[in-house]
Nanobody
Framework: VQLQASGGGSVQSGGALSLSCAAS????????MGWYRQRPGKQRELVAY?????????NYADSVKGRFTISRDNAKNTVFLQMNSLKPEDTAVYYC????????????????WGQGTQVTVSS
């Protein structure tokens, strides 16, 4: 299984960017799928996440609520992150993440990470 992230780049404060991440390979079911980020000198932190067990649900870091929107195209095993009203403190490497079962008989989900993509917001 591979997670391929795309998008990101550089933008001025107040601007918008979008990220996408597509999972490929042996995939039976993807439960959780979302985004983390690692800001300079900080630990990796959750940005936004979407899960499918017990109904679809999403959660966001308080710092991005109202500005970022996560969405999924389950048919394409892809997760998106629309980032609006970007701030300099959103500057980070963004990583996609997914919990995937490769086969119907798999008992557990395996956590996968995509490569990071840089988002830079200038003031």
């Amino acid at each position: 299984v591979q997670l391929q992230a795309s998008g990101g780049g550089s933008v001025q404060s107040g601007g918008a960017l979008s990220l996408s991440c597509a999972a490929s390979g042996s995939i039976f079911f993807i439960n959780g799928m979302g985004w983390y980020r690692q800001r300079p000198g900080k630990q990796r932190e959750l940005v936004a996440y979407s899960t499918r067990d017990d109904g679809d649900s999403t959660n966001y870091a308080d710092s991005v609520k109202g500005r970022f929107t996560i969405s999924r195209d389950n048919a394409k095993n892809t997760v998106f992150l629309q980032m609006n009203s970007l701030k300099p403190e959103d500057t980070a490497v963004y990583y996609c993440n997914a919990y995937i079962k490769a086969g119907a008989s798999d008992r557990y989900y395996v956590r996968h990470w995509g490569q990071g993509t840089q988002v830079t917001v200038s003031s």
